[in-house]
């Protein structure tokens, strides 16, 4: 072999080395990712000798491309699966204000539920002591107006409070005296209730099918509506006015009854003529002898018992 011989097959060598590792880099293992920085430094190494099969650096650039390709997803994963994690992040974070938001509302709502309770509480307590007062105010007039020194202040309440268990209306009455309108709040959720009960009632006439009596079912709720707005919203001054009038009358029906006579005058009449009669006889009263009941017949007894006893 001559020296030009062995000088080509020299040149010749590194050519098929690179053909080798081109090879190599075109097909990579199926288990393994190509490895980007490796094959552009393979390809500038290969450019740079000179020599190089265009079919070969073809097969070198398209696994390049395809390795490019595959970096780009893996840094778009990347991104996604940061973007992912600060979202959940944020999600977890807005849920624990949102919870630490809501106790503190349950605990604001118990707060003001208490105070509600509080306040309407110290509410009825003054309610309750304004009522006694005047209650006893009411029973020391009566009392004065009456001028009977056998009855005071207190004969007064017992009769009331005795005539009030009889008649609850008088509680009801005595009670409406201090009667106020609802407040906006208390007004709106009375009447949400009527109005709900009014649904729930036209619920029911809509399943008749007879047109009749579902009209006239239709205006007995509109009438029942009507009357429950007239109920829980009456006019205060008519109100309070009915409830004093029918006061009144309680105490009018009070006085004729304490002023009525303790004695029945016919009766004690009646017992003094008697004793009058007995006197001018003599003072002496002798009773007819009692018959023996044993010997009467039947017709005899039955005589006897009528015109002494009535029966």
Not at 58 to 70: K, P, R, S, V
Request: glycine residues 4%; without cysteine; negative net charge.
């Amino acid at each position: 072999m001559s020296m030009v011989d062995e000088t080509k097959q020299e040149e010749a060598a590194p050519a098929d080395n690179d053909i080798a590792r081109a090879d190599a880099v075109a097909d990579p293992a199926p288990s393994s990712e190509p490895d980007l920085d490796a094959l552009l430094s393979e390809y500038d190494e290969s450019i740079s000798r000179g020599q190089h099969n265009s079919a070969d650096i073809d097969d070198l650039l398209g696994t390049i491309e395809d390795a490019q390709q595959h970096a780009e997803a893996q840094q778009r994963e990347a991104a996604w699966s940061a973007e992912r994690e600060k979202t959940a992040a944020e999600l977890a974070q807005s849920a624990l204000q949102m919870a630490g938001m809501e106790q503190h509302a349950a605990e604001l709502q118990g707060t003001v539920q208490q105070l509600q309770q509080t306040i309407q509480a110290e509410q009825w307590r003054q309610h309750v002591a304004r009522s006694k007062e005047d209650f006893s105010r009411l029973a020391s007039e009566e009392a004065s107006k009456l001028g009977d020194p056998n009855l005071g202040a207190r004969d007064i309440e017992n009769y009331l409070l005795a005539e009030a268990t009889r008649d609850p209306e008088l509680a009801q009455a005595w009670e409406a005296q201090y009667y106020n309108p609802p407040g906006p709040l208390e007004r709106a959720q009375l009447e949400r209730a009527v109005i709900g009960h009014g649904q729930q009632l036209a619920k029911a006439a809509i399943q008749i099918t007879d047109p009749l009596m579902r009209a006239r079912a239709e205006k007995h709720i509109l009438a029942e509506v009507q009357q429950l707005m007239g109920q829980v919203f009456p006019d205060p001054q008519a109100y309070r006015a009915n409830a004093k009038a029918y006061l009144r009358r309680a105490i009018d029906k009070m006085r004729s009854e304490i002023r009525r006579p303790r004695i029945d005058e016919d009766v004690t009449a009646d017992r003094f003529a008697v004793a009058q009669a007995i006197k001018s006889a003599g003072g002496k009263f002798t009773p007819e002898p009692t018959p023996n009941l044993g010997g009467l017949s039947n017709r005899e007894f039955e005589n006897y018992t009528r015109e002494n006893y009535g029966f």
